[in-house]
């Protein structure tokens, strides 16, 4: 597309993500912003399938010459966060941002589902767009799931905006590109006394504030050095008084891991050294599990295909150091076989910063490279059906 066609591209694309911006929902409320997708889709003409979400929108062009059905998915919903963007476009709602860039996502999906829409009569297959809810709690892709929107889906395609890259860089490589993202709740159990005289109680506070210390040797310790995990400890709470020993020492945080073995293996250790540590102090412990998503663990060929597309748009292509955070869009690629991959965005703040902010210029890139992918899937996929 160039030219006037373009700048109306841009255009449109630049105002639906402010449009989405300004109204940012979290995971499970994004009932205004399916409305305003499911407005746009109409608007143009794109058929809106069936599948039961209570929010999220699935939409479909193409399949009237029949052939394999590729998705793209979009992820919709934003965070509790207060946005300190100053921009003109900045949320409406006090609290609320979108500030994973999951705006730009959904404008970026809608736009390949416009560009695809131009040319429906020439596609050999379906492209079906995945709007999916709740992606920061990790339960949206499982809902997609259940609907049944990926039981016939042969190959899935998803992007995330990466502000470390610059506008016109794809980010894609075979294998783990996101962390498999568990969390963990552990409760310490003592008995209560005074504070003067702990040999009448058991203090859950030391017997916690070893387990703590303990955890950090298990990346050094258990993690081989050409593999790595993170285990963080982010909230610790015990007592209520300067004299007290309390009856109880909680805590929380994550575990983030690139490999399922890796990831199997610091659980188990995780495991051992809280009940180790706490059968020595004599302070019982309850660990809970959070488990999140699995490492997001691309296809080598479709990431190979994906770099390839992205290089005849004239793009730059990397291979992205993986990010340790997490991605439910991991669970897609444990059903069916694709690439997940990052777009450079040129943006001042990393994910999740109350100043975050995505380069709009990406946007039509985003929109072309997406139905380019979707194309060349449904063209690779149907070869290999005639060929072999
Ligand atoms: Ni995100």
């Known amino acids: 597309m160039s030219g006037a066609a373009g700048l109306e591209l841009e255009q449109r694309l630049s105002e639906m993500r402010r449009r989405l911006h300004e109204q940012p929902e979290i995971a499970h409320e994004e009932y205004v912003t399916t409305a305003t997708i499911r407005g746009w889709l109409l608007e143009a003409g794109i058929r809106i399938a069936d599948y039961p979400l209570p929010t999220g929108v699935i939409a479909e062009v193409g399949g009237k010459?029949?052939?394999?059905?590729?998705?793209?998915?979009?992820?919709i919903d934003a965070l509790p966060i207060q946005e300190a963007t100053g921009l003109p476009f900045?949320?409406?709602?006090?609290?609320?941002?979108?500030?994973?860039?999951?705006?730009?996502?959904?404008?970026?999906?809608?736009?390949?589902?416009?560009?695809?829409?131009?040319?429906?009569?020439?596609?050999?297959?379906?492209?079906?767009?995945?709007?999916?809810?709740?992606?920061?709690?990790?339960s949206g892709a499982k809902l997609v799931i259940e609907s049944g929107a990926l039981e016939d889906v042969s190959a899935i395609f998803g992007l995330h905006n990466k502000p470390d890259l610059p506008v016109g860089t794809v980010g894609v490589k075979a294998g783990p590109i996101m962390a498999a993202a568990d969390g963990f709740a552990v409760e310490v159990m003592g008995r209560g006394s005074h504070a003067a005289s702990p040999e009448a109680g058991r203090d859950p506070i030391v017997s916690a504030a070893h387990i703590v210390t303990a955890l950090q040797s298990i990346v050094s310790r258990d993690v081989s050095s050409l593999d790595s995990a993170v285990v963080s400890v982010t909230r610790f709470h015990a007592g209520t008084a300067w004299n007290v020993i309390p009856e109880r020492a909680a805590f929380d945080g994550t575990i983030r891991t690139f490999d399922e073995s890796v990831r199997a293996r610091v659980l188990e250790k995780f495991e051992r050294v809280v009940q180790g540590i706490a059968e020595a102090y004599g302070t019982p412990a309850a660990v809970k599990r959070i488990p999140g998503p699995p490492p997001v663990?691309?296809?080598?060929?479709?990431?190979?295909?994906?770099?390839?597309?992205?290089?005849?748009?004239?793009?730059?292509?990397?291979?992205?150091?993986?990010?340790?955070?997490?991605?439910?869009?991991?669970?897609?690629?444990?059903?069916?076989?694709?690439?997940?991959?990052?777009?450079?965005?040129?943006?001042?703040?990393?994910?999740?910063?109350?100043?975050?902010?995505?380069?709009?210029r990406a946007l039509p890139i985003a929109a072309k490279l997406l139905a380019a992918v979707a194309v060349d899937a449904i063209a690779g996929l149907a070869g290999e059906g005639a060929g072999r």
């Open 65 to 75: 010459r029949g052939g394999p059905i590729v998705a793209v998915r979009a992820d």
């Open 90 to 138: 900045a949320s409406k709602r006090p609290g609320y941002m979108h500030a994973c860039g999951h705006d730009f996502h959904t404008a970026a999906v809608l736009g390949a589902a416009l560009l695809l829409k131009e040319r429906e009569s020439e596609l050999a297959g379906t492209v079906r767009f995945l709007f999916q809810p709740a992606e920061e709690k990790a």
């Open 297 to 360: 663990h691309n296809d080598a060929d479709w990431a190979e295909r994906v770099g390839r597309t992205a290089e005849r748009l004239g793009l730059t292509v990397v291979e992205p150091r993986p990010s340790p955070a997490g991605e439910d869009f991991a669970f897609y690629l444990k059903r069916v076989p694709g690439a997940f991959f990052f777009l450079g965005t040129s943006g001042p703040h990393e994910w999740h910063h109350p100043a975050f902010d995505a380069d709009e």
